[in-house]
């Protein structure tokens, strides 16, 4: 018995597209690479009020395991605990200094032009035409 291609789908469920879906994640992923490999991130230290405040943001972590380890089923413990986790993150994101590197206009233009083309294939791949 033979199978009928007519019902085969496509990216997104439509029909056809999928050569458009690869090709678009392909340009998207080497646009992607080229800019983020020009990128240097560094990092900064946590001040507040002129004071490194670093040792802070450890205290609601500290304290909630130490209360975890007294009860495991300590609802302000795991509060304190994913509160502490959650302030260290917001910390290191808040002082990276992200800094774009020297590089020509051209490299700039096929960097943006890769990536902004790639998501637009893999859009149009994604609706019925």
Do not use: C
């Amino acid at each position: 018995m033979m199978k009928d291609d007519s019902n085969l789908q496509g990216a997104g469920g439509t029909p056809g597209g999928i050569g458009e879906f690869v090709a678009g994640l392909g340009m998207a992923a080497v646009g992607a690479y080229l800019l983020t490999s020009n990128v240097t991130v560094s990092s900064g230290y946590w001040y507040v009020w002129g004071y490194n405040a670093f040792g802070l943001t450890l205290f609601p972590l500290l304290i909630g395991i130490g209360l975890l380890f007294f009860n495991g089923r300590s609802g302000p413990g795991w509060a304190l605990v994913v509160l502490g986790t959650l302030i260290i993150f917001a910390g290191i994101l808040a002082n990276l200094d992200i800094y774009f590197r020297p590089t020509s206009l051209y490299n700039t233009i096929i960097m943006l032009v890769l990536l902004a083309g790639g998501i637009g294939l893999v859009a149009r791949s994604l609706k019925s035409h």
